[in-house]
C-alpha cells in the first residue's frame, strides 16, 4: 500500500510535468509572426497536455514507476536506518556511514526525476515511448553538456532568488494585514503566524516557479532538436517559430564558451 501511494504521487507529479511540458513545446513550434490578441507571441497549448497524457498513459506510469522505487528505497532506508542508530547507541561511525548513504539516495532521486523529466520532453517532442525517448535525451544531454549545464544553473539561481522575493513580500504585506486588521493587544505575539506564513508562502512559491524550470528544459530540448533536425537536412532553421530570445541567449553563452577556451588553447600550444 506504501509503495502504490508513492507510484500514485509519482504519476501525479508526471502529469503536471507532462502538461507543462505540452504547452511550452506547442509554444515553441507555434508560429511567433501571428500577432495575437494577448499581445504575446505564440500559443501554448494546455488543453493538448490533458489530451496527451491518455495518449501516453503507459509511458508515464513507467516514468513514474521508476521514481516510486526510488522513492520506496528511501523509505525502507530510513525505517532499517532508525534501527541501526537505537542498535549502535551514540556511534558516530554509524551514523557518518548512514549521512553519505541518505546523500547518495538523494542524488540518485534528483537524478531519476531530471532524466525522466526530459524523458518526458523528448516523448512529447518525438512521439516515442519512454525508453527510446529517454536514451535519445540523454544522448542528446551528453552531445550539449554545457548548454543543458548553463541553462540548468541559470534557472536554479531564478529559481531560488524567485522563492526567496515572493516568500518576503508575502510575509511582509501579510503581517501588515494582521497588525492592520486585528484590534489593538488582540494578539499576543506575530511570531507564530509569521513562522506559518512563510511555511506556506515558500511551498507556494515553489510550486509555481518550478514550472520555469520545466519550460526552461523544454524549450532548450526544442531548440537543440530543432537544431539537429536542421544539420541533417542541410536547411536553416525557421525563424518563425524560434523565440529570438532564445537565439540571442544561446549566441551569447556560445560566444562566452569561445572566449573562456580561447585562452586555454593558446596556453596549450604556447606549453608545447
Known amino acids: 500500500m506504501i509503495f502504490g501511494y508513492f507510484w500514485i504521487m509519482a504519476f501525479i507529479l508526471a502529469c503536471n510535468e507532462f502538461v507543462i511540458i505540452v504547452s511550452a513545446a506547442t509554444w515553441y513550434f507555434s508560429?511567433?509572426?501571428?500577432?495575437?490578441?494577448?499581445?504575446?507571441a505564440g500559443d501554448a497549448e494546455v488543453y493538448k497536455g490533458f489530451k496527451w497524457i491518455f495518449v501516453h498513459f503507459g509511458s508515464l506510469a513507467i516514468g513514474s514507476l521508476l521514481v516510486a522505487i526510488v522513492w520506496m528505497i528511501r523509505f525502507v532506508?530510513?525505517?532499517?536506518?532508525?534501527?541501526?542508530?537505537?542498535?549502535?547507541?551514540?556511534?558516530?561511525?554509524v551514523k557518518a556511514m548512514i549521512c553519505c548513504i541518505r546523500c547518495c539516495l538523494d542524488c540518485f532521486d534528483r537524478l531519476m526525476r531530471y532524466l525522466t523529466r526530459n524523458a518526458y520532453i523528448y516523448m512529447v517532442i518525438s512521439g516515442e515511448g519512454f525508453c527510446s525517448s529517454a536514451l535519445n535525451s540523454f544522448i542528446l544531454m551528453l552531445k550539449n553538456a554545457a548548454k543543458f549545464a548553463f541553462v540548468q544553473s541559470f534557472s536554479e539561481v531564478f529559481m531560488f532568488i524567485a522563492k526567496i522575493c515572493i516568500t518576503v513580500l508575502t510575509v511582509v504585506a501579510s503581517v501588515l494585514i494582521i497588525m492592520a486588521t486585528?484590534?489593538?493587544?488582540?494578539?499576543?505575539?506575530p511570531v507564530l503566524?509569521?513562522?506559518f506564513i512563510l511555511f506556506i508562502g515558500y511551498v507556494i512559491s515553489g510550486?509555481?516557479?518550478?514550472?520555469?524550470?520545466?519550460?526552461?528544459?523544454t524549450l532548450l530540448q526544442c531548440y537543440l532538436i530543432d537544431n539537429d533536425i536542421r544539420k541533417q537536412g542541410k536547411g536553416k532553421l525557421d525563424q518563425k517559430h524560434i523565440p529570438p530570445q532564445l537565439l540571442r541567449f544561446l549566441a551569447d553563452h556560445e560566444e562566452q564558451s569561445k572566449g573562456i577556451n580561447e585562452p586555454l588553447i593558446n596556453s596549450t600550444n604556447e606549453m608545447n
Open 193 to 195: 503566524p509569521t513562522i
Open 182 to 189: 486585528l484590534p489593538q493587544n488582540s494578539l499576543a505575539s
Open 207 to 217: 510550486i509555481f516557479v518550478s514550472i520555469f524550470d520545466a519550460a526552461s528544459n
Open 77 to 93: 532506508f530510513e525505517y532499517v536506518s532508525k534501527k541501526m542508530e537505537k542498535a549502535s547507541g551514540d556511534n558516530k561511525a
Open 31 to 40: 508560429d511567433k509572426t501571428i500577432p495575437d490578441d494577448d499581445g504575446i
